[in-house]
């Protein structure tokens, strides 16, 4: 309300300075006044300007004297600007301590629910001791009780071991009466079993020798029988060596074969059939019939009741290993052979890299004894390798094989060293009875692998 008073009152005033600027203009101009030599026209628009300048004065100090605002707007404006910087800083710094403010009660509030949740467990925990307690105290109760009651058992106890002390004393000098006269009886009795276990003994010991006789009797009858039939073969063999003819040997592998576990009773009988198959084809060829001269039945005769023996054998659902062997010694060009099943379990002889043979080797060997060394190496791997159970290659009666161009190669690296070392032999894959032992060859010096062949 106040502005606009202010407002109507500088358009009054400021309408009645204009008046009175105009009428004094039109007076000064009637009257053709001159001041400050001028010109009368110069005049009035002197006294115009001047009153104007009244009406701008007049107007700027009503607003200076009736409105503080604006007197500080006018003369307190660059304080005002600085006072307002001041507090624009001032509030951020309150902003900025408010928020910090807040997040310590936040921090504040989180570690008060902390303490709310420890507290509440704190009760909990107090709550369960004190039930705790409480049976504890019950149970101690009960001990006292029962501790009473074991006080009275115990004087009761007292006053029976007196008693029983007395009758002790009493039966101590009879028990000494016995116990002599036990180890009198005890005496006789020892003497007696010692003779019983004696006799029995001597028993035992002659029932068993003569089990033993008996079986070695046996065994005796046994092997003079097969000896004299490996007499009239040997007779046979002999005769046949002379002439150069015999073409087969005893127990010689005509066929092998890997037998995979889990088949039926029909497959069984497909693979033991090709097995003797494979027999008949290379007893042929080790017989060496001429072209024209060949029969044309089978040479190897096997019965039903023998292919049935094998497949029982065979038929559990494990792996075996099959070889088909000559019965006997057969000459060249004979037509009739007799054969022998062996089955073996296939089982994993050894892992890929366990070792067979060590041999340890000088330096500066001649190639003459060095190539020997490692014919030793070979002989000794093919030993182990059979006592093992790796069965021998049925056409060239071998166990194992080692690639050429390796073992070349093994003579010029061990040719050159200077030092002692040995040669190990390892198997290259796992090895089974009918697998191919395939190995390899590791230098080793002073416990460190030098090369590897194979």
């Known amino acids: 309300m106040a502005g606009y008073t202010l407002i109507l009152a500088i358009l009054i005033l400021g309408g009645i300075i204009a008046t009175l600027g105009d009428r004094i203009g039109t007076k000064v101009g009637k009257a053709r006044l001159s001041m400050f030599n001028l010109r009368p026209r110069d005049t009035a628009t002197l006294v115009t300007i001047a009153t104007g300048g009244m009406i701008s004065a007049s107007t700027l100090g009503i607003l200076l004297l009736l409105s503080g605002q604006l007197r500080d707007g006018l003369f307190r404006l660059e304080s005002i600007r600085s006072e307002l910087s001041s507090s624009q800083e001032q509030k951020q710094k309150i902003e900025s301590e408010l928020n910090t403010a807040k997040n310590e009660q936040e921090k504040a509030k989180q570690r008060l629910a902390e303490i709310n949740k420890f507290l509440v467990e704190a009760v909990r925990k107090q709550a369960e001791t004190q039930a705790l307690l409480q049976t504890v105290e019950s149970k101690f109760q009960k001990a006292d009780e029962e501790l009473q009651k074991a006080s009275q058992q115990e004087a009761e106890l007292l006053d029976r071991v007196q008693n029983l002390t007395k009758e002790q004393e009493s039966l101590q000098t009879e028990s000494s009466q016995l116990r002599q006269e036990k180890e009198r009886i005890s005496g006789e009795l020892a003497t007696i079993s010692r003779d019983r276990e004696t006799l029995k003994q001597k028993v035992d010991e002659s029932e068993q020798r003569l089990v033993v006789i008996e079986k070695q009797r046996a065994d005796l009858t046994t092997e003079i029988a097969s000896l004299e039939t490996a007499r009239e073969q040997l007779i046979v063999s002999l005769e046949a060596l002379r002439k150069g003819n015999v073409a087969i040997f005893a127990d010689q592998i005509l066929s092998i074969g890997v037998v995979r576990p889990n088949l039926t009773k029909a497959e069984l009988r497909q693979a033991t ?30 019965a039903e009741s023998q292919i049935e023996g094998l497949l029982n054998r065979i038929q559990d659902g494990k792996s075996y290993v099959i070889r088909i062997l000559s019965a006997g010694n057969f000459l060249k060009r004979e037509t009739q052979i007799a054969i022998a099943a062996d089955v073996t379990l296939n089982r994993q002889i050894f892992a890929r890299g366990d070792e067979i043979a060590t041999l340890p080797f000088s330096p500066n060997l001649t190639p003459q004894v060095l190539a020997s060394r490692i014919e030793q190496l070979f002989l000794l791997v ?73």
Not at 386 to 399: D, F, Q, Y
């Open 273 to 302: 059939i090709q097995l003797i198959q494979q027999a008949e084809i290379n007893a042929r060829e080790l017989l060496d019939f001429l072209p024209d001269q060949a029969p044309k039945e089978p040479i190897i005769k096997i």
């Open 382 to 454: 093919s030993f182990r390798a059979r006592r093992e159970g790796v069965l021998a290659n049925p056409v060239t009666g071998k166990v194992g094989n080692f690639a050429p161009e390796a073992l070349t190669e093994l003579f010029r690296v061990a040719s050159e060293l200077k030092s002692p070392y040995e040669i190990r032999a390892v198997t290259k894959e796992a090895i089974f009875p009918a697998s191919s032992l395939i190995l390899e060859l590791i230098i080793r010096q002073n416990g460190v692998e030098i090369a590897r062949f194979g």
